[in-house]
């Protein structure tokens, strides 16, 4: 299958200091792609530099065949790119219907009301909440607003910063779930994660990124199954 | 009970409304920019100056040409964004606040060099008040400014919850980095608080002008009741800034009244202490104003 995402000796960073350093990643269509690596290995900053938040200083990025290294986060929105950051990701005092609307506007869809429900299907928790400001969710309800004002602009792409991070287990099991609705709607996922063994589970692809390099890429279960990343990652026990 | 309504009500409610539109734009900016935009007062001087010159060379009602007012508060407001507050706005936003400060001197120093120091009024002779009911003797200008506030608020709230452009603001003024991880033009919403602010500042400024006087500084002397208004209503909320600006317009007149004697409660001279007391009590304790806006 041909990459929908594909980066190639990515150099980023802030301030003059890379974090990144000539990072190759590939995802293809369809696909939930991982990535992983212990703190501060550069993975947040891999997926701001694609979306244009962190300047990048090296490499390409080609998004569905074409290149995308030089444009800002404003003209990646309507090629089909969204991402959910890790935190403040919501609008506090909007409701939560405003910010699913202050979704569709960079990339306004066709037909808005028919995005709506498919999104609201995908939450149904959220239907009797829409009145509500987003400030006054809890962490998992805030964290499907997000994701829904992240899929109202219809991405092909969805970019996601550890969507579990501070999360309770039960709704971590929720979020993953949610993730592999998504992915059978047509969405391509990449994210990057903390939570590695539940979240290799489900990809197709895991990638582990190490002091702002790439170690080792693979299917989820071979990453899951290998030694090396057993041990580094994923706390040594057996998957 | 009536000359209560008469005399200290309804031009509470008046001065009340001047604050309220002064203090929208202050509250926007700093939702938006984050920056205390000291140069709002004279913001309004422009404006009202815009309509005085106007009506010059066109005789008719004032309020009928707040359109040229409007629009050359505008023109000043973004002119000055772009020359001297975008440059900085990378910058810690002290350097910003100076530099309003800086801005204010030019727009004073701008108002005496074309229109000089001078008081001038809109219009001359005496104006009767309207008469209603057989008991309220209510100024024409006050009944005026009080509607067209009450019109304005009403339309800046449908903006501000059914507009994309006033969702796009709410939600810059919420979460700026996410508002460009949704994509959203944040350079576009600025333009617009300013126009909003710019247009709102110039009609205050006209309706100050026209109850009193025009004068180069007008707006600067109702900087800190505006200050207070929008701390009163919760920072970076403009209904709550509507809201703040009438509380204490109403608050400074009635402070007046003969409440316990036949003297007046505070001497009229103090009044504008009024809007300094709440203002601090505020910030002592309730900093987040009466609708839950941002702390300073």
Redesign the interface.
């Known amino acids: 299958m041909s990459a929908l995402l594909s980066v190639k000796g990515l150099t980023a960073g802030y301030g003059g200091v890379p974090i990144i350093e000539g990072v190759n990643l590939d995802v293809a269509e369809h696909e939930i792609s991982v990535i992983i690596g212990p703190n501060g290995a550069g993975k947040s900053t891999l997926l701001k530099t694609i979306f244009a938040l962190t300047a990048r200083s090296e490499g390409e990025i080609t998004f569905a065949g074409k290149e995308i290294s030089g444009l800002k986060t404003a003209q990646l929105v309507p090629l089909g790119i969204s991402m959910v950051p890790q935190s403040r990701n919501v609008f506090p005092t909007l409701t939560v219907d405003e910010n699913l609307d202050v979704g569709t506007y960079a990339a306004p869809p066709k037909d808005k009301e028919k995005v709506r429900e498919n999104v609201l299907s995908l939450f149904p928790d959220l239907k009797g909440k829409l009145g509500q400001a987003a400030g006054e969710l809890s962490g998992g309800q805030r964290q499907m607003v997000a994701m829904g004002r992240a899929l109202m602009s219809e991405p092909k792409l969805l970019l996601l910063d550890e969507p579990t991070a501070g999360l309770s287990p039960a709704y971590l099991e929720i979020i993953f779930d949610l993730l592999l609705d998504v992915r059978k709607r047509g969405v391509t996922i990449l994210m990057v994660e903390q939570n590695a063994k539940q979240a290799l589970r489900i990809a197709d692809n895991g990638h582990v990124l190490v002091s702002g390099k790439n170690f080792i890429s693979g299917t989820g279960e071979a990453l899951l199954n290998d030694d090396a990343v057993r041990r580094s990652f994923l706390g040594g026990a057996a998957a | 009970m009536i000359d209560f309504i008469n005399l200290y009500l309804v031009p509470g409610l008046t001065i009340g409304s001047v604050y309220a539109l002064g203090a929208v734009g202050i509250s926007m900016i700093f939702g938006i920019l984050r920056f205390a935009h000291f140069a709002h007062g004279d913001l309004m001087t422009i404006g009202g100056y815009g309509v005085l010159t106007a009506v010059w060379f066109i005789p008719i009602h004032p309020l009928l040409l707040l359109p040229f007012g409007i629009a050359l508060a505008i023109v000043s407001a973004l002119a000055v964004d772009q020359f001297f507050y975008k440059p900085l706005r990378r910058l810690p936003t002290i350097y910003t606040v100076i530099a309003s400060f800086g801005v204010a001197l030019i727009f004073r120093s701008l108002a005496q060099l074309f229109w000089s120091s001078g008081n001038q009024v809109f219009t001359s002779g005496v104006r009767m008040p309207v008469v209603l009911f057989d008991t309220f003797r209510i100024s024409e200008l006050h009944m005026q400014v009080i509607v067209l506030t009450l019109i304005i608020a009403i339309a800046l709230h449908f903006f501000l919850?059914r507009s994309?452009l006033g969702?796009?603001m709410?939600?810059v003024s919420?979460?700026p980095?996410?508002?460009?991880?949704?994509?959203?033009?944040t350079e576009r919403v600025i333009r617009w608080t300013w126009v909003i602010g710019a247009s709102m500042a110039a009609t205050a400024g006209v309706f100050a002008g026209m109850d009193t006087s025009m004068h180069p500084n007008l707006g600067w002397n109702l900087l800190l009741a505006m200050f207070a208004a929008a701390v009163l209503g919760g920072i970076g909320k403009p209904m709550g800034a509507i809201a703040g600006g009438l509380i204490i317009g109403i608050a400074e007149e009635t402070a007046t009244f003969t409440w316990l004697s036949d003297e007046p409660l505070i001497s009229p001279s103090y009044k504008s202490a009024v809007a300094f007391f709440i203002m601090v009590a505020l910030l002592l304790f309730r900093p987040q104003g009466l609708f839950k806006g941002r702390l300073l």
């Open positions: 919850t994309k969702r796009a709410r939600a919420d979460e980095e996410l508002a460009a991880v949704a994509g959203l033009d």
